[in-house]
């Protein structure tokens, strides 16, 4: 089955700098690849996702990349601010069905 | 903007009990999930459930576990002997249909079994 990978497990950036979170994927055929945040205690939400007919999406300071050759997938935030600490999971939903496979998560700290 | 719902948000448990987790999902969609997370650890898959039943499930999604859409709003999973590693937040999720793709997740129930 589908297996996800992310990198790295924690990011520390200061405040207006640029932060990047990696993911891989295993089946070529998955085609969906969604992007969640998780602030403590909390569910998560949606920030910004792709399907696999696009190489990138943009939304203001966030955008995502898709390299289907490579089977990877990129979180891009510019311009980070403390409010985007949180983790971070990456996710792709294989063809066969609709669920979400999870990666591991990436805790993000922004310092002011 | 209409939001999952989900019910208690914390329960307690002795092991060996019957939990039933509650969730409302988004009342024009039509795909429901549940998913766990064990603390500090990533959300896992456990079921899918479209048109009254079960699309695909997990592992994790054995015989002690089952789905129901008792009525035409409310989405449960009930795990009927719960075991101590059965302690996570159970996550329900929704979405309009599949090519749609965007889940929706609940607030969480935290399962804590003693």
């Known amino acids: 089955g589908e297996n996800v990978e992310q990198h790295p497990s924690t990011l520390s950036v200061q405040e207006g700098d640029s932060a990047v979170i990696k993911c891989t994927y295993s089946?070529?055929?998955?085609?969906?690849f969604p992007w969640y945040k998780q602030e403590l205690g909390k569910r998560p939400q949606l920030i910004i996702d792709i399907r696999s007919n696009v190489g990138e999406k943009k939304d203001q300071r966030i955008a995502v990349t898709l390299n289907k050759t490579a089977k990877h997938f990129s979180l891009h935030i510019t311009e980070t601010q403390p409010e985007d600490s949180a983790v971070y999971f990456c996710?792709?939903?294989?063809?066969?069905?609709?669920?979400?496979?999870f990666g591991a998560g990436t805790i993000l700290r922004v310092k002011s | 903007e209409p939001e999952v719902t989900q019910t208690p948000s914390h329960q307690v448990t002795q092991m060996g009990q019957e939990v039933i987790l509650r969730c409302v999902p988004i009342s024009n969609h039509l795909y429901f999930y549940w998913y766990r997370q064990i603390l500090g650890q990533k959300v896992e898959f456990l079921v899918s459930?479209?048109?009254?039943?079960?699309?695909?499930k997990s592992e994790i999604f054995d015989d002690q576990f089952s789905v129901e859409r008792p009525d035409g709003s409310n989405f449960t999973l009930k795990i009927r002997s719960t075991k101590l590693e059965d302690s996570a937040m159970y996550f329900c999720?929704?979405?309009?249909?599949?090519?749609?793709?965007?889940?929706?997740f609940g607030p969480g129930t935290r399962l804590t079994v003693t």
């Open positions: 996710a792709a939903t294989p063809p066969y069905g609709n669920k979400l496979v």
């Open positions: 089946d070529s055929a998955s085609n969906y």
């Open positions: 459930f479209y048109n009254n039943e079960i699309s695909e």
């Open positions: 999720a929704s979405n309009r249909d599949a090519p749609s793709y965007e889940q929706y």
